[in-house]
């Protein structure tokens, strides 16, 4: 491909110009630089930098506890903050072995079921808004915000929920949460359906996104591409059917894919996503019963603010764990969980302290941005931003 | 710690699921590569999630690509590449997380590497591996020989030291207000990518 960029209809062919976009430039999502050598309007050659917003949360996973790190993970994807606190959560959970309560892990999955709405809605109305579809993100937008508001009714927060604990969650979801937010499934639904009708046959969204940003099969697993810009492509995994966490074994879902890879199968297989996510929130809700959310193990279970405030055992537990922080016994694991945009990893390294080892953060995005540069060669320049909206890179995850 | 008593139907049960193959393929493994391999630790003896195998450094790239190809593990899709600071010597462990995409399992590789030696670079077997082994360049200090671009990918170019090490400060600041310029070198037709 490299060598066969010319384009006979280009007048500008041949002229070669190198052309920066960003860190900071409306079409690169968040803090991201791309650089591109144009041959007229093709792109001959790129290369992409980031590290713009970065963090160093690896190195504060090691400097501070466990319970303290999970308000950094809210701002790895900040589009859908909820997924990553649960994979967290799990993660530490895993290294010290606990069980939680039934209710929680339903929480759990309606929370990263919605994350996974939400985000894909703001994936598709950018990549539209990207392509001159204004309109068309309003009716997504709306939707997110309303996944706001009975967010901000589980947790307090919009954006950056820190809702999860390790070994359950903070509060129990509020009296008729339940039917709120079977509600809004119905609602999305509808308007998922509208928005569908709204732009998938549209002929200018066709011209522009149809056979654009190609990247085969063969180069996901090169790239190590996973989720929905891997299964766009034909790459038939996802970690909730194939290596299942949680309760998904026990509920139906179908793993939509395509097969030809470029921006318009991205976006179909969001899209079909989103209707199943909905799915199988509404079987969550179906199955979720009343209990309590924390699991009881004294390491763990933060004490209840009556119990601080008018014991001394309960004072002293809630210094002990809000100052020294509670020892992961000793051992190391992968977590990984199917986040939106695709295999979200935590590895953790305990050496039987209240701190990490080593926190090592596996962020999809930042294999999704490594193949950028290979999938818009010998495309053109426009359509560089069609491919990046596509793949959904989030710069806070990239950056860590 | 045995994690894998505690395997829970909140995380998956892959354990049990996989425990079979992983056998086979250690047995197998530890006859192929039989002085390659240093240690091999499986999660009902020691506190992990699955099998993680010591290689020896120089044998790291042939036991890579044999777990790729062989038809028996099929660990074709690279998962991430990491590394560890260990205080000890040898300092550093460079981990592979591999993945199945047939089969749906996981293992893992390591290699410990001193502080100033090379490693392969995994980035003609994955073309992933390489911005992956451009982080561990810059975050620990350790060099992929065969790397087409070593760069520093997340710090500047300008930043002096290498941030994961345990040794580095957690407030070791260095700001630099001007953005890298373009570098016209990285666009020519002649460098690999």
């Not at chain 1, 041949?14 to 900071?24: K, L, Q, V, Y």
């Not at chain 1, 990490?356 to 290979?374: C, D, E, N, T």
């Not at chain 2, 020989?145 to 930043?159: A, S, T, V």
């Amino acid at each position: 491909m490299a060598n066969a960029v010319h384009d006979p209809d280009d007048i500008w062919d041949d002229a070669r110009s190198i052309i920066n976009i960003g860190p900071t430039h409306p079409a690169m999502h968040g803090a991201l630089r791309m650089v591109a050598k144009l041959n007229g309007e093709t792109i001959e050659r790129s290369y992409c930098e980031f590290g713009f917003t970065h963090r160093a949360k690896e190195k504060l996973g090691e400097n501070r506890t466990y319970h303290q790190f999970i308000v950094y993970t809210d701002r790895l994807n900040y589009c859908s903050s909820l997924a990553n606190n649960v994979t967290y959560a799990m993660a530490v959970e895993r290294l010290m072995g606990l069980e939680i309560p039934e209710r929680a892990i339903w929480i759990r999955m309606i929370c990263a079921e919605v994350a996974r709405v939400i985000d894909h809605l703001i994936c598709i109305g950018i990549n539209a808004v990207d392509l001159g579809a204004f309109s068309y993100f309003l009716y997504g937008y709306h939707q997110r915000e309303e996944a706001y508001t009975f967010i901000e009714k589980l947790c307090g927060a919009r954006l950056t929920t820190s809702f999860v604990r390790i070994g359950g969650l903070i509060y129990n979801a509020p009296e008729g949460w339940e039917r709120e937010v079977e509600a809004w499934v119905k609602r999305t639904r509808e308007v998922v359906d509208e928005m569908d009708r709204l732009l998938t046959d549209n002929k200018i969204w066709r011209k522009r996104t149809v056979e654009v940003a190609i990247f085969n099969r063969e180069d996901c697993i090169k790239y190590s591409f996973t989720g929905p810009n891997a299964r766009a492509a034909g790459l038939d995994i996802d970690l909730r059917r194939d290596q299942p966490c949680m309760f998904y074994k026990e509920l139906e879902f179908d793993v939509p894919t395509a097969q030809n890879g470029d921006v318009f199968d991205r976006y179909i297989v969001r899209l079909e996503e989103i209707r199943q996510s909905l799915n199988i929130i509404l079987q969550c809700l179906n199955r979720i019963k009343p209990g309590t959310v924390w699991c009881e193990d004294k390491r763990v279970r933060i004490p209840d603010k009556d119990v601080v405030y008018n014991t001394m055992e309960g004072l002293i537990h809630h210094f002990k764990f809000f100052m020294t922080g509670f020892d992961v016994p000793e051992g190391e694991a992968y977590t990984q969980f199917e986040a939106v945009n695709g295999e979200l990893g935590f590895y953790i390294v305990s050496k039987g302290h209240p701190r990490a080892h080593r926190m090592r953060i596996r962020g999809p995005s930042v294999y999704h941005f490594q193949g950028l540069s290979k999938m818009v060669e010998g495309e053109k320049i426009a359509d560089m931003v069609a491919a990046l909206g596509s793949i959904n890179v989030i710069a806070g995850e990239i950056d860590r | 710690m045995d994690i894998r008593k505690q395997v829970l139907t909140n995380y998956g049960d892959w354990f049990t699921r996989f425990g079979d193959i992983w056998k086979t393929q250690l047995l197998q493994l530890g006859q192929r590569f039989v002085t390659e391999i240093e240690l091999i630790r499986t999660p009902p003896v020691d506190a992990t999630d699955v099998p993680i195998i010591f290689v020896k450094k120089n044998a790291l790239l042939s036991i890579l690509l044999f777990l790729k190809e062989e038809p028996g593990f099929c660990y074709d899709f690279l998962s991430d590449i990491t590394a560890t600071d260990e205080e000890n010597e040898p300092r550093f462990e460079v981990v592979y997380n591999l993945f199945s995409t047939t089969k749906f399992n996981r293992i893992r590789i390591k290699t410990r590497v001193k502080d100033g030696e090379d490693v392969q670079s995994a980035v003609d077997i994955w073309p992933a591996a390489n911005w992956a082994e451009r982080e561990i360049f810059d975050m620990f200090g350790i060099k992929f020989l065969g790397h087409p671009d070593l760069r520093r990918i997340l710090m500047d170019e300008r930043f002096q030291g290498h941030p994961l090490r345990k040794d580095y400060p957690l407030r070791g600041y260095q700001i630099f207000t001007e953005p890298e310029p373009v570098n016209a070198e990285l666009l020519d037709s002649g460098a690999r990518k």
